[in-house]
């Protein structure tokens, strides 16, 4: 087993993947595990802030900062990237030479987003116990935005009514620049459903079961047949200030053959 150092974790080789601990650590992003939901700052003075840069590392400017007791931070991605096929082939000094890790975060409100030195966060375990009740509403208030789109395109598709994907209406289920996108450039197929021609049946619109909710994305499944054929989209909507906040220009896609579990 090895030992706890300054890289701020420990794997046991002979238990897997399964056994690691990763903590606020210098050295490369554990990529396999799921991390948590939140994250806060820590080790910074209560005078000092913590700086968002550009990039991963001191070379890039500096754009923003947090606060130095910022809370329910959503974490993007870190860098350098260890994958657990990757860690158990490493020696102790390969894994001790790794650069300082550094992570692309996100602040609660989504005002501020940038890179910051991983030394300075850890998991805001307290604020996912406490935060219960409002992450229910907010999957909640995601999966009544998603049903109500694809029951007003599903009628607008029979009786000719104004569809969501209508300017007239995007706005009120799509983010200000993607209604702003759509109006302006049009649509070439139907987004909701994939295709040029639909014959939908079978529809079906819930909160993913497993993970409805993953570092500050709902994922909302929709479930239907177009000629017959078993099709699913998986919407995955932010987490923001609002129960209608809209859906992003990277929530359309996610479609799938079957009913098997969104990427």
């Not at 139907?190 to 529809?203: G, H, S, V």
Request: proline share 6%; hydrophobic share 40%; aromatic share 8%.
């Amino acid at each position: 087993m090895r030992k706890c150092g300054r890289r701020g974790y420990v794997l046991c080789r002979s238990c897997g993947a399964a056994a690691a601990l990763l903590l606020a650590s210098h050295g490369g992003a554990w990529a396999d595990a799921d991390g948590p939901d939140a994250w806060r700052v820590v080790d910074v003075a209560g005078g000092d802030v913590l700086n968002v840069r550009m990039g991963p590392g001191t070379e890039y400017p500096v754009i923003d900062h947090f606060a130095p007791d910022a809370r329910g931070l959503q974490q993007v991605t870190c860098v350098p990237l260890l994958k657990a096929e990757y860690y158990f082939k490493m020696t102790e000094a390969e894994i001790d030479a790794l650069p300082p890790s550094w992570c692309l975060m996100q602040s609660a409100d989504w005002r501020i987003e940038g890179w910051v030195a991983q030394r300075y966060l850890t998991a805001d375990h307290n604020m996912q116990v406490h935060a219960g009740d409002e992450v229910q509403d907010v999957v909640e208030a995601a999966e009544l935005l998603v049903q109500q789109l694809y029951s007003d395109h599903l009628r607008a598709m029979s009786d000719g009514s104004t569809s969501p994907l209508d300017p007239a209406r995007a706005g009120d289920f799509f983010t200000a620049p993607l209604a702003a996108k759509m109006a302006r450039e049009g649509l070439q197929a139907d987004p909701l459903f994939d295709a040029q021609d639909a014959e939908i049946t079978d529809l079906h619109v819930a909160r993913d079961a497993e993970q409805p909710m993953f570092r500050g994305l709902v994922t909302v499944n929709v479930d239907f047949r177009n000629f017959g054929h078993p099709r699913r989209a998986a919407r995955r909507h932010p987490r923001r200030d609002g129960a209608r906040s809209g859906l992003g220009a990277d929530r359309l896609g996610g479609h799938g053959r079957g009913p098997g579990r969104p990427p």
